[in-house]
């Protein structure tokens, strides 16, 4: 079966530090990886998504980027974290060859708070 | 483009009451349409999806029917419990790779 890791659950770093939150995918391959982030109260934002290794797409400017280095692990970074990162930040992955129907399938998220 | 509208919350219910939860949509072409829960510090699941117009997606006591005359995807219960406060997003998928999710709608149930 499909299992997806997310980690670390909870984080606190100060502002400007670099930020490195990582998630993989296990029992299936060549997945569509999503990042996305919920801010307090509310809902979700898509940040990144990846149909592919090196292949990122990038939905909104800002302070983070992500990278695929393999076929089930994607990353999001940051050089310097700013206050308005902080958030819930959530690791998706649905399956390419499944057509539209296809459903996401979430990791258990990662609290950062930027202080 | 693709987008997902559901109403605002936050919604308190006693225990036992019918539940819904308002989710419209914009689309081209023929999307699926998903519910999704998240409890309190977790990842959001699945509760149910539809691919196809009039399709009614149900799980644990949770329905919800496409309705493309309407572009709508209302989420209902008919007598809810404790256990389902939680975060009830509505999203839909297209041609292409991307979910599109509304804003969210946090339930709380109150014995």
């Known amino acids: 079966s499909q299992t997806i890791h997310q980690w670390p659950a909870t984080l606190v770093q100060p502002v400007g530090s670099p930020l490195s939150l990582e998630c993989t995918v296990e029992g299936t391959s060549n997945p569509n990886l999503y990042w996305y982030r919920q801010a307090a109260g509310r809902g979700l934002q898509l940040l990144f998504y990846s149909v592919g290794i090196g292949q990122i797409s990038s939905e909104v400017p800002q302070n983070l980027s992500a990278s695929r280095p393999q076929d089930r692990q994607f990353i999001l970074s940051s050089k310097k974290l700013l206050l308005s990162d902080s958030g819930f930040y959530l690791c998706a992955w649905s399956a390419a060859e499944e057509g539209p129907g296809r459903r996401a399938f979430f990791g258990q998220g990662t609290r950062l708070t930027v202080v | 483009g693709n987008s997902v509208t559901q109403m605002e919350g936050p919604v308190t219910l006693s225990e036992e009451a019918f539940l819904t939860i308002n989710c419209t949509y914009t689309?081209?072409?023929?999307?699926?349409l998903f519910w999704y829960v998240q409890y309190p510090g977790e990842g959001l699941q699945l509760l149910l999806k539809a691919t196809k117009a009039d399709d009614k997606g149900s799980n644990k006591g949770f329905e919800a029917t496409y309705r493309k005359e309407t572009t709508s995807f209302h989420l209902e219960k008919g007598s809810v419990q404790v256990s389902d406060s939680a975060v009830y997003f509505c999203?839909?998928?297209?041609?292409?790779?991307?979910?599109?999710f509304g804003t969210g709608t946090s339930l709380t149930v109150i014995p």
């Open positions: 689309a081209t072409g023929y999307p699926s």
């Open positions: 999203a839909l998928t297209n041609t292409g790779n991307q979910f599109y």
